[in-house]
DNA sequence: AACGGACCCAACCGCCTAAAG
DNA sequence: ACTTTAGGCGGTTGGGTCCGT
């Protein structure tokens, strides 16, 4: 024997719910909670099943959840957190306060898909290459990082990692790091490149430049997302110089 | 005004995992 | 140890709305 048996299947309503229903399941919650979704609608007299229950109060009448269109800014992070997690729509939505990961697979296939698609056409590009001929122009030192120039990233790395500077989403910067084992190449970033220089809160950090200028960012995994509407190359650079080592530090 | 295609989004479906029995 | 279910999740659907012709 396992568990108790289901709910009973037969005479359920399906499809959308009524406003008197919605008001029973509000009702209900508020008064006793939503302990266990399978027998709430029984006790709460709805004929619905627990999962529909749990989708509706969940998706749509929890009081949690912040209605209205998104912002440019919740677009931006939906976009730069999809680049790091890919569809855990869930795991995107816990790092967007107010949001369900329904709404947010909703708005992905909706606008920010064909939205990302513009950023990667070849106009976008050209916009874009410039932004990266500039970091180019400005970390070329000596043990300096070097830049691969045919794509649209930027990379440095040590004997043990790689660091990526995706700038194909309109002002932001996302730093990517991750193991490598080849050790030919560039300057070296030391542990306090992607952790000293963080104080965390709430996932949420703070990168600090040469100059005292804070930034926020969201660290996810060996990622680093830094939120800024307008991330400018002296930014980038102060960043990066922080932990390098440049003899000369060129002209931006 | 009528029509058709595009878009939006709430809800369903089916799968997976953890937990109950 | 095994079966069964609840809860949770991502993929998909389909009805309603919008918009261009």
Redesign the pocket.
């Known amino acids: 024997?396992?568990?108790?048996?289901?709910?009973e299947k037969t005479s359920l309503?399906?499809?959308?719910?009524d406003h008197e229903e919605d008001q029973i399941l509000i009702s209900y919650i508020n008064k006793n909670g939503h302990?266990?979704?399978?027998?709430?609608p029984k006790q709460a007299g709805l004929l619905?099943c627990?999962?529909?229950c749990?989708?509706?109060w969940?998706?749509?009448l929890s009081p949690d959840i912040k209605r209205g269109?998104f912002t440019k800014e919740e677009e931006d992070n939906i976009i730069n957190l999809h680049e790091i997690l890919g569809?855990?729509?869930?795991?995107?939505?816990?790092r967007l306060p107010g949001r369900t990961?329904?709404?947010i697979?909703?708005?992905w296939?909706?606008?920010l898909k064909?939205r990302l698609k513009d950023y990667q056409s070849p106009q976008s590009f050209k916009r874009h290459s410039k932004k990266i001929n500039q970091i180019n122009n400005c970390i070329h030192a000596p043990n300096s990082p070097e830049i691969s120039s045919s794509e649209t990233s930027v990379m440095t790395t040590d004997s043990s990692s790689i660091a990526t500077f995706d700038t194909t989403i309109d002002d932001q910067v996302v730093i990517n790091q991750e193991e490598m084992d080849s050790s030919e190449y560039f300057a070296k970033i030391d542990e306090s490149f992607w952790t000293d220089e963080l104080a965390t809160e709430n996932n949420f950090n703070f990168v600090t430049t040469m100059d005292g200028e804070e930034f926020q960012s969201l660290d996810i995994f060996n990622s680093t997302t830094i939120m800024e509407d307008d991330i400018d190359m002296d930014f980038l650079f102060n960043f990066f110089i922080k932990t390098e080592e440049f003899s000369e530090l060129p002209e931006l």
């Open positions: 024997m396992g568990r108790a048996p289901c709910c309503k399906k499809g959308p719910w302990s266990n979704w399978r027998a709430l619905r627990g999962k529909s749990r989708l509706r969940m998706n749509y269109n569809n855990r729509w869930s795991a995107i939505a816990a990961g329904n709404e697979k909703n708005i296939h909706t606008h064909k």
